[in-house]
T-cell receptor, first 114, second 117 residues
Framework: AQSVTQLDSQVPVFEEAPVELRCNYS??????LFWYVQYPNQGLQLLLK??????LVKGINGFEAEFNKSQTSFHLRKPSVHISDTAEYFC????????????FGGGTRVLVKP | NAGVTQTPKFQVLKTGQSMTLQCAQD?????MSWYRQDPGMGLRLIHY???????DQGEVPNGYNVSRSTTEDFPLRLLSAAPSQTSVYFC????????????????FGNGTRLTVT
C-alpha cells in the first residue's frame, strides 16, 4: 500500500512571496502523483499531475512541482502568491496499475496575507 | 455541463437513522468513487466502482454500502448512522480505468456535509 505525508498542516505566507508545500510518499511500486486544490466550500480541482517524463511539472495558476524519485518527494511551488491562492492543497498518489484510485495526504492549508 | 452533482449539501441525522447520499455525473465516466474528508486526515476512500454493476471497497468501507446500477449514478448508503460518520463526503468520477490513460483526471462534486448527533 502507498501513503502520502504532507509535512506542513498550515502555511501562512505574504502576498507576492514564494511558497513551497512539501509532499513525501511511500510506495513499493511505480506511482502517478497529483496535487489538488480545494477552495472554501468546494470540491477538489486538479492543479497538476506527474505521469512520466520530465520531472518538473507545470500546472494551472502558476504552480509547478518537481518529482524527485530518490527522495520520494513531489513538492509544490509558486514563485509569487496571490490572495486568491488561499485554499487547502492536497498531494495524492496512485499506483500505475490502479487507475483513478487515489491516496491523499492530510492537506496543507495556505493562508495568504496582504 | 453539470459535471458531478451531489445531493443533499447538508444533512443532520440522529444516531441509528439511515440515509442515502446521491451522486450523479454526466461525463460518461466509468470510474466513480466516494471519499470522506476529516480534518488533518485528508480524503479517505470509502468505496469505488469501475463500471455499472461493479463495486469494491476502499480504505474505510465499514458502515457504508454502495451500488452502481447505471453509469451515471453512484449512491452511498448509511444503514445505521453513527457519530463517527460525521464528515464531509465527496463523490468523484474519472475516465481512467486501471492501467489506462489519465486524460480525464478525477472530477469532484461539491460535497455533502453530514452531522450525526
Amino acid at each position: 500500500a502507498q501513503s502520502v505525508t504532507q509535512l506542513d498542516s498550515q502555511v501562512p505566507v505574504f502576498e507576492e512571496a514564494p511558497v513551497e508545500l512539501r509532499c513525501n510518499y511511500s510506495s513499493s511500486v511505480s506511482v502517478y502523483l497529483f496535487w489538488y486544490v480545494q477552495y472554501p466550500n468546494q470540491g477538489l480541482q486538479l492543479l497538476l499531475k506527474y505521469l512520466s517524463g520530465s520531472t518538473l511539472v507545470k500546472g494551472i495558476n502558476g504552480f509547478e512541482a518537481e518529482f524527485n524519485k530518490s527522495q520520494t518527494s513531489f513538492h509544490l511551488r509558486k514563485p509569487s502568491v496571490h490572495i486568491s491562492d488561499t485554499a487547502e492543497y492536497f498531494c495524492a498518489v496512485s499506483r500505475k496499475a490502479a487507475g483513478n484510485k487515489l491516496t491523499f495526504g492530510g492537506g496543507t492549508r495556505v493562508l495568504v496575507k496582504p | 455541463n453539470a459535471g458531478v452533482t451531489q445531493t443533499p449539501k447538508f444533512q443532520v441525522l440522529k444516531t441509528g437513522q439511515s440515509m442515502t447520499l446521491q451522486c450523479a455525473q454526466d461525463m460518461n465516466h466509468e470510474y466513480m468513487s466516494w471519499y470522506r474528508q476529516d480534518p488533518g486526515m485528508g480524503l479517505r476512500l470509502i468505496h469505488y466502482s469501475v463500471g455499472a454493476g461493479i463495486t469494491d471497497q476502499g480504505e474505510v468501507p465499514n458502515g457504508y454500502n454502495v451500488s452502481r446500477s447505471t453509469t451515471e449514478d453512484f449512491p452511498l448508503r448509511l444503514l445505521s448512522a453513527a457519530p463517527s460518520q460525521t464528515s464531509v463526503y465527496f463523490c468523484a468520477s474519472g475516465g481512467g480505468l486501471a492501467g489506462s490513460s489519465y486524460n480525464s483526471p478525477l472530477h469532484f462534486g461539491n460535497g455533502t456535509r453530514l452531522t450525526v448527533t
